[in-house]
């Protein structure tokens, strides 16, 4: 069945607990019952059952893209198995009209290929001798930018993310994709006449921010050739223009995890581009950019010949042009990658690093820096930077490191789990530390192939690998425990997209390793969400549940501040108030 011509029965309701406010009638049950029914043959891609549920008679009645067309045999007589890749319904309002027909309209959203629309469709349910059965169905696509149908959620206990304890019996009133109300329900009452749902014995957090990602890279070898070279076997051109082509299998795998933003904080220029798209996609996260990093190494390995996603900066004069150009393109941020080789003329790297800042500073845009060492990391507080990425891990911050990040007011964001992710490839052994059902197939598949990668390693270098890894996690959890306790400002990031770093889930993992490192459930959970908001620069609108923000948030099963590690028991999402189910959103 081809989305084009069959779009308005193609629609998974995931809105089951939706209901209209007030008593439903016998008739609006059985239609209620047969709508359902047929969504979940959809569902399981079962073509009898889908069409068993459509009236069998030259007077069945179809209107939507393809236009107006009658009668079941040549509905039936389809052989186009094509079904659609996500299939979302809500607002579902029933009116009888006579005893026996009932009126039914909804909200659909549908994702087929990639490409994703949304509308009004109708509903026509007549009783028959064999049943309930649908006599007419249409659809009719809304305008760009339509907002999702209004909803109150109710009963559960909010964590706004602001600071303040849980909120019992909370209510959330999302209208027009923001957020109308949130407290408790005395304070915030739904509004008649609105549909709501009901998530008693369940938690509503804010959507997880993720503030360190590179879309440039595809979260295996494949995308960086300087930690193995496979070009032989993945020609690298064809990766990354693959990566261009198909972005959506990893905006799809951060909102089926719960992530309804993110900061690519550095990659090729076509990265830019993704912010545009993702905005208006309610299947995607919310996405920051901040392009080609700024080198003061060259690594061409991990780049084109006629692009770049690492451009070396060797003296203060193309340092500042290249801000220019990063400035005229409208970046969210200037990425400087701080890198310090052996026997470098640091005198020269830190020209290069005040020229960045400086001229970023000029022309009023913010500035990053990737700093893994403590000499460089306090070089680029002094330099002025507003976002320190990566972990400090070579050694503990000291009270001059933490004097000045407090006197800058930065950011941090650990980045605590990626070496790891290195140490499993340099081990050929792939042990992945969450659920890949938000991952798509071929990187699932290629993640796990790292098992059968050649030469195996010998157990020295084993041994050498692990104990240096365990050394560096050791360091940096005891750098960012110091780093919060000092008040400064913690976001949660992952740098997925490196080495079994997976886009998506690898955020459990990071937050749990934050956990581990000392931080409360709480302040792990503020750092993903508002911290990492902030670090985005976007905190107007993101981070919290609070009216008037974007109505992203996440719902949960079990208790968030008893341990991070219930932000993988997701039981809804909600990106800029369409609401689904998680496991609807997985890549194929």
Not at 21 to 34: C, L, N, S
Not at 478 to 507: E, Q, Y
Request: hydrophobic share 45%.
């Amino acid at each position: 069945m081809s989305y084009a011509r069959f779009l308005s029965p193609l629609l998974l309701v995931v809105a089951g607990p939706l209901r209209a406010q007030r008593p439903a009638r016998p008739d609006t049950v059985e239609a209620r019952a047969i709508f359902e029914a047929n969504i979940s043959a959809i569902h399981r891609r079962d073509r009898a059952r889908y069409l068993s549920y459509y009236l069998e008679a030259p007077t069945f009645a179809r209107n939507g893209p393809g236009g107006l067309e009658l009668g079941y045999a040549p509905f039936a007589a389809q052989r186009d198995t094509t079904w659609p890749d996500s299939l979302i319904a809500t607002d579902l309002r029933l009116v009888p009209i006579r005893p026996g027909v009932v009126y039914g309209q909804y909200r659909y959203r549908v994702t087929q290929r990639g490409e994703t629309s949304s509308g009004t469709s109708e509903r026509i349910f007549v009783r028959t001798p064999r049943g309930w059965r649908i006599a007419v169905s249409t659809a009719f696509a809304a305008p760009r930018g339509t907002p999702p149908a209004p909803v109150a959620l109710v009963g559960a206990r909010l964590v706004n993310g602001t600071g303040g304890p849980a909120i019992p019996d909370a209510v959330v009133v999302v209208v027009g994709g923001r957020i109308a109300c949130a407290g408790p329900r005395t304070a915030c009452a739904p509004p008649a006449g609105l549909d709501t749902m009901s998530l008693r014995g369940h938690w509503i957090v804010p959507g997880l921010v993720d503030a360190h990602v590179h879309f440039s890279q595809t979260g295996w070898v494949d995308g960086r050739p300087d930690a193995l070279d496979l070009r032989d076997r993945y020609p690298y051109e064809r990766v990354v223009a693959d990566l261009e082509a198909h972005p959506e299998r990893f905006l799809r795998a951060y909102l089926c995890s719960g992530v309804t933003a993110v900061f690519d904080v550095g990659g090729y220029p076509w990265t830019w581009a993704l912010r545009r798209r993702a905005e208006s996609d309610l299947l995607a996260p919310h996405v920051a950019a901040a392009g080609p990093l700024l080198s003061t190494v060259d690594r061409p390995t991990i780049n084109l010949p006629d692009t770049k996603q690492i451009f070396y900066v060797p003296n203060d004069s193309v340092a500042r042009a290249a801000v220019r150009a990063h400035v005229a393109r409208g970046t969210d941020a200037v990425k400087i990658w701080y890198i310090v080789p052996a026997g470098a003329d640091t005198t020269a790297l830190k020209v290069v690093v005040r020229a960045i800042a400086d001229e970023t500073r000029r022309l009023g845009a913010r500035l990053i820096v990737h700093a893994t060492g403590l000499w460089e990391a306090k070089d680029a507080l002094r330099a002025g930077t507003d976002v320190l990425v990566h972990s400090v891990y070579d050694q503990p911050v000291d009270d001059e490191f933490l004097a000045l990040a407090r006197e800058r007011r930065v950011i941090y964001t650990p980045t605590l789990t990626v070496f790891d992710g290195y140490r499993q490839v340099g081990l050929r052994h792939f042990e992945p530390h969450y659920d890949l059902a938000c991952v798509d197939s071929t990187t699932a598949a290629r993640a796990r192939s790292t098992d059968s990668l050649a030469p195996s390693p010998s157990a020295e270098l084993v041994q050498q690998r692990v104990e240096r890894t365990r050394r560096q996690l050791a360091t940096a959890q005891a750098n960012l425990l110091a780093i919060h306790r000092a008040g400064i400002t913690v976001a949660m990031g992952t740098d997925a997209g490196n080495p079994l770093t997976l886009h998506g889930p690898a955020v459990f993992w990071e937050m749990e390793a934050m956990q581990q490192a000392g931080l409360t459930p709480f302040e792990v959970l503020v750092a993903a969400t508002l911290g990492s908001a902030r670090a985005m620069g976007r905190e107007r609108d993101l981070g919290t549940v609070e009216a008037g923000k974007i109505a992203d948030l996440v719902v949960l099963g079990s208790d968030p501040l008893a341990d991070i590690g219930s932000l993988r028991d997701l039981r809804y999402v909600m990106r800029g108030g369409a609401l689904t189910v998680p496991r609807l959103l997985a890549p194929r």
